[in-house]
């Protein structure tokens, strides 16, 4: 059964780092790009980050560029998300997200039940 997990979400104060992973199961990750998107309470869901199949390409919204960092690891079938610097405005639920394609944008055919990142002090 296709699965995607996430995990690595938790309590930060500003400034503090964590690392998000996503992990597949039941299939392989190498042959699609992937989404990590966040849903803060009270907003719409919104795309943080996107990495190509092969991760040669890369794309991340402009409120967390120069913060966070997509990279995967197709030999263990997961996705990454380092956040650095994080502030309170980036709390909200993490998820990732399979495309349907090689390349990002992801055309998104499956969601993982994401992970919850609260920044506060």
């Known amino acids: 059964q296709l699965q995607l997990v996430e995990s690595g979400g938790g309590l930060v104060q500003p400034g503090g780092s964590l690392r998000l992973s996503c992990a597949a199961s039941?299939?392989?990750?190498?042959?699609?790009?992937i989404g990590w998107y966040r849903q803060a309470p009270g907003k719409e869901r919104e795309e943080v980050s996107c990495?190509?199949?092969?991760?040669?390409?890369?794309s991340q919204a402009d409120s967390v560029k120069g913060r966070f960092t997509i990279s995967r690891d197709n030999a263990k079938n997961t996705v990454y998300l380092q956040m650095n610097s994080l502030k309170p405005e980036d709390t909200a639920v993490y998820y990732c997200?399979?495309?349907?394609?090689?390349?990002?944008?992801?055309?998104?055919?499956?969601w993982g039940r994401g992970t919850q990142v609260t920044v506060s002090s």
């Open positions: 039941g299939f392989t990750l190498d042959s699609y790009a």
């Open positions: 990495i190509s199949s092969s991760g040669t390409s890369t």
């Open positions: 997200a399979l495309g349907a394609r090689r390349f990002c944008p992801p055309v998104v055919r499956s």
